[in-house]
């Protein structure tokens, strides 16, 4: 039978739902001064159609270079035009509430991972799948899906993009699971930042390659056999993503919003036919 659930895990907080008193505020305020869409700027609308349309566009699949090699990465788009600036908007614009495009974005992805790594959709469906930790024998696949760490500033404010993302794919990937593949999926908050570490921004590439090593700390670490998925709303250079997956003990695939240049290198996008193999 089909098992596919999410599970908790003992120790490390995993923020469920949304805060009603913030919604009502802002609410309140848009009733008073006037909002443009963070996408496009047309008045009126926090996220216009076309702009919010874009959570459900087919998922690229790229690679991008891990420390021990490439590892498979699933995005909606490019980070340019009203992308970038929806997710610019919902880290730093305090009167932006893009919820409900995350939350369809991330589901978005999650159905993509769940073709990546094998546990979606129909067996010969899989041809891109990766040889992860986990076997499909003997028991169930366990997922830990894992945001990216953000500042204490910015979790005291709200502000984070990469947690509401990772338990939007975690859903998505969950209920994706195809009859016979026991999944098990957790959204494991397990990394955070070192005190000192300075925030990425306007860094060139060099500089965010330095400025992440070293940068953080594991509160949790997998198990054997366990799948790990880091989630982070931009992925630029990649320093992030393998500073995670140093102090985590390895990744087998990473998810994003968006990354500079990905119409130019991914692979393809899901629905197509996949050949890449990521070993």
């Known amino acids: 039978p089909r098992v596919a659930h999410l599970r908790p895990i003992r ?15 802002r609410g309140l305020v848009g009733a008073l ?3 443009q869409c963070a996408g496009c700027r047309a008045w009126d609308e926090v996220l216009c159609p076309s702009c919010r349309s874009l959570a459900g566009c087919p998922a690229h699949v790229a690679s991008l270079e891990g420390v021990r090699g490439p590892l498979p990465l699933v995005a909606i788009g490019d980070y340019d035009g009203p992308l970038r600036r929806i997710v610019l908007a919902a880290k730093h ?3 932006t509430d893009v919820t409900d495009f995350l939350d369809e974005a991330g589901a978005r992805l999650g159905t993509a991972l769940g073709g990546v790594l094998g546990v979606a959709g129909a067996p010969a469906a899989a041809v891109g799948s ?7 024998t003997g028991g169930a696949v366990e997922v830990w899906v894992v945001p990216a760490p953000s500042s204490w500033k910015r979790r005291l404010r709200g502000r984070q993009v990469a947690l509401p993302l990772a338990r939007a794919v975690a859903r998505a990937l969950a209920a994706g699971a195809r009859p016979g593949v026991r999944v098990r999926v957790r959204v494991v908050d397990a990394v955070r930042l070192r005190v000192g570490a300075t925030s990425q921004s306007g860094k060139a590439g060099a500089q965010r390659t330095v400025g992440r090593m070293g940068s953080m700390r594991a509160l949790a670490v997998p198990g054997p056999g366990v799948r790990v998925v880091a989630v982070d709303d931009v992925v630029t250079t990649g320093a992030t993503v393998r500073e995670m997956e140093r102090v985590l003990g390895g990744l087998d695939a990473v998810v994003t919003l968006c990354r500079p240049g990905l119409s130019h290198d991914a692979g393809h996008r899901l629905g197509y036919d996949v050949r890449t193999d990521f070993r």
């Open 11 to 25: 120790g490390v907080r995993t923020v469920v739902g949304g805060s009603g008193v913030r919604g009502l505020m």
């Open 33 to 35: 001064l006037p909002v």
């Open 93 to 95: 614009s305090a009167r």
């Open 130 to 136: 990766l040889e992860g930790r986990a076997s499909f």
